[in-house]
């Protein structure tokens, strides 16, 4: 028996273990799956990047040709050169060779402008003089002698037909080779033929030089390894430009001539390389980058080698886990196993092992469990008892109370629409014999009985109040015609009941509705009114058995502040609930200010009630302020609404200092602006103000939460967080500093150029060479 026991343990224990086991492998497998996802995702991204980078490239290039562009039009749009281009055999010492030299003398030196122009010439087809930006040459030879004379591929004929076969509209072309200022440079071309009506024979063409090395620096600036390139092609699918590595296997020429589309090219001797490819909408010039697949992948790499070695890792280490998991979990049920059957004694000769054992004794729990449940349910209806009469005598409820209730009843209620019902039995002639309580108590059972009759439609809740008074709390809904035939059927059970008390007994019944009210925890003001029209209809009314408050007649001329608004308010300001403390302000300007006519002595006693009300159990500053304004009263130095109104402030502020004092709603706030701040910086149109009214909170608070846990002004910190990214986008990648400015929230570089200095004592130029 005892060897049998022995191994029914261990079995348990190995069960265990290989469960967890189990429990292993499949997050693995899931792991697997999400590592194969996010691989490809790295993946993605990184080829993302590499084509974002090669697009900027290409709008900078963009930007800076355009500029090209606009020089080549003012220069055709010059009157200086329409008027040499009517002009005929311009003779040495003639007067038309002063228009020659007018067009020299003003020509401006566009290469101070632009980098990217060498020099420009014009030519004309009306003469053979040729103009350019420091020069003229009287013809085409000293013209192709001074430019062309090293270039033994290209012949006056190619080059006269470059400019005249044709009218060219911003033409931009593949250069050659020139000489210039006795210097080799490489050039593009850039072709603007004028007037713009003569585009069947153009009489004049401007020619630009453009300087590939300036362009091929700007492609430098893209990292193509040893063995990647990068290169431009024209529409016709030239090459333009190119830069390569040091160790490149594979020529632009090949590479246009053999891929269509990005993506990832092999090399004759094996070598990968990943394509990318952005088309230029000013010229249709494509931007080609082949950049080696290793570095394009050089994350996903690694990423792969983590895993491997963790999924190794994680193997061995799950393994020893799993037994020890197992161990740890046997142990346990071994021990509760012992002080199950010290509980419930010992049945284990009924059971083949432990789980049925412990099944059985959990049974038995269960049933006890429920036992204990039953009983308190039977307390819960004590429960709702005191959180209505918390309610309707207008205590302080916070909203986890609420949440609580909710959950006990199964609806929710916090934004619905309530009224208050209010019944009451008395003996005609004030009897209070134990007799006739008791049959005051049984009027009450048959009419709650006939209530739920009839009331089936509507949601409501029961609160007694005494032996002969008891309250409805009924939801409302205006647009359910049910809830409106429901309330109707429950008046006149009421009345019916009222006629038949007052025929066949000695007792009578009297009721009153309050007002509706939208939200839970306004209903203690619909049980105030409830209650005036109650006392009006037995004191006031001896002909009628029921009113509402809207039908009894209002004194307008005292004024409304009852003693349950009174604590309502007191505590809701104690509390720091600000939405409590502004509708109960909303409630009493509104019955005194508005419904009523309250003249001045009654207002100021109105207010000075106010401020005594509250003033007791604020601090010294507070109390202060408050006896400020109860002086201000007496003086009458401003209108009796201008006083509510600075009392209204004084009690909402009070309430958000004791808000803020709560340092866990201080703390998950701090964390809030925090990362809103974060996510918000780079706009430059980020204020102080801005970030208050996101949180819903003044400036000064905003300005002292962010000074006490930043250890910073708001403007420091957004300067901070500002010129930290700068130094992050200056350090990896080749941007302007008027971009840089933009991407990190200034309105202009100017701005960013002063903070840059002020906070890190450079330049961001120097900063980032």
Request: aromatic fraction near 10%; glycine fraction near 4%.
């Amino acid at each position: 028996m005892v060897i049998y026991k022995w191994r029914i343990r261990r079995s348990l224990f190995w069960k265990l273990s290989v469960s967890y086991l189990l429990v292993l492998i499949i997050p693995i497998l899931i792991s697997s799956f999400v590592y194969n996802t996010a691989v490809q995702t790295v993946k993605t991204d990184a080829m993302q990047h590499n084509l974002l980078m090669l697009e900027q490239t290409r709008q900078v290039m963009d930007a800076r040709l355009q500029e090209v562009e606009g020089i080549g039009r003012q220069i055709a749009l010059d009157s200086k050169m329409i008027s040499l281009m009517n002009v005929r055999n311009i003779e040495e010492g003639s007067p038309k060779q002063y228009l020659v030299w007018k067009a020299i003398n003003d020509s401006p030196n566009f290469h101070s402008i632009n980098t990217f122009v060498l020099n420009h010439f014009v030519f004309f087809r009306s003469n053979s003089v040729i103009i350019s930006s420091d020069t003229s040459f009287p013809d085409i030879e000293w013209f192709w002698k001074s430019l062309f004379r090293e270039n033994v591929s290209f012949d006056k004929q190619q080059f006269h037909q470059m400019l005249w076969d044709r009218f060219h509209q911003s033409t931009f072309l593949p250069g050659s080779q020139v000489t210039l200022d006795k210097k080799q440079q490489e050039v593009l071309y850039y072709l603007h033929s004028f007037p713009v009506d003569a585009i069947n024979n153009p009489l004049g063409v401007v020619l630009i030089l453009i300087d590939q090395n300036q362009i091929n620096q700007l492609l430098s600036r893209l990292d193509i390894a040893a063995s990647g390139l990068i290169y431009i092609s024209d529409e016709e699918g030239k090459v333009v430009t190119s830069v390569t590595g040091k160790q490149t296997k594979v020529t632009p020429e090949e590479l246009e001539a053999s891929l269509n589309k990005d993506g990832f090219f092999k090399t004759e001797n094996g070598d990968e390389l990943y394509v990318s490819r952005a088309v230029s909408s000013l010229n249709g010039w494509n931007y080609v980058s082949a950049v080696p697949a290793s570095l394009v992948l050089a994350k996903v790499q690694h990423i792969k080698n983590i895993t491997t070695v963790a999924a190794l890792i994680t193997i061995v280490l799950g393994t020893f886990l799993a037994l020890f998991l197992g161990y740890r979990d046997w142990k346990p049920i071994k021990q509760l196993l012992q002080q199950l059957r010290g509980w419930l004694g010992s049945a284990e000769e009924r059971h083949t092992n432990e789980y049925n054992y412990l099944n059985d004794s959990i049974s038995r729990l269960i049933e006890n469990h429920q036992l204990l449940n039953e009983k308190v349910q039977e307390h819960i209806p004590l429960l709702q008892q005191a959180f209505f009469r918390r309610l309707l005598y207008g205590e302080s409820i916070d909203d986890k109370e609420i949440e609580i209730f909710q959950n006990n009843i199964g609806m929710e209620i916090s934004d619905r629409s309530f009224f208050v019902l209010l019944l009451r039995v008395d003996e005609l002639k004030g009897n209070t014999s134990e007799a006739s309580l008791e049959e005051i108590r049984m009027i009450k059972i048959v009419i709650n009985d006939a209530i739920d009759g009839a009331m089936t439609h509507l949601t409501y809740f029961k609160y007694d109040i005494d032996e002969n008074k008891f309250a409805l709390i009924i939801e409302f809904n205006d647009e359910d015609k049910d809830r409106q035939f429901g309330i109707e059927d429950a008046k006149s059970i009421i009345q019916s009941f009222s006629h038949t008390l007052d025929n066949s007994s000695h007792m009578r019944l009297s009721f009153a509705f309050g007002r509706v009210y939208k939200g839970i925890r306004d209903i203690n003001m619909s049980f105030y009114e409830a209650k005036q029209a109650l006392e009006y209809v037995l004191n006031k009314n001896q002909g009628q058995r029921f009113a509402r408050y809207e039908d009894i007649p209002q004194e307008s001329d005292k004024y409304y502040f009852p003693i349950d608004l009174e604590l309502r308010l007191i505590n809701s300001i104690k509390s720091g609930n600000r939405t409590d403390v502004e509708q109960v302000l909303t409630l009493l300007y509104n019955e005194n200010f508005v419904t009523r006519n309250l003249s001045v002595p009654d207002a100021e006693q109105f207010l000075s009630l106010m401020i005594g009300a509250v003033s007791r159990g604020l601090d010294q500053t507070k109390a202060m302020a408050m006896s400020e304004l109860s002086m201000g009263i007496q003086k009458r130095n401003d209108s009796i609404e201008e006083h509510f109104s600075k009392i209204r402030d004084v009690y909402l502020e009070y309430c958000e200092a004791i808000h803020f004092n709560n340092q866990s709603a201080k703390t998950e706030l701090r964390n809030q602006v925090k990362e809103y701040i974060q996510q918000n910086y780079v706009r430059d149109d980020l204020t102080l103000s801005m970030v208050a009214d996101e949180f819903k909170t003044t400036e000064t608070m905003m300005y002292q939460l962010i000074k006490e846990h930043l250890g910073m002004t708001f403007s420091d910190y957004i300067e901070s967080m500002r010129i930290s990214r700068a130094c992050e986008l200056l350090r990896t990648r080749e941007i302007s500093i008027k971009d840089v400015a933009l991407m990190v929230g200034y309105s202009s570089d100017r701005s960013f150029r002063r903070a840059f200095k002020r906070v890190m004592g450079v330049s961001p130029m120097a900063y980032s060479t």
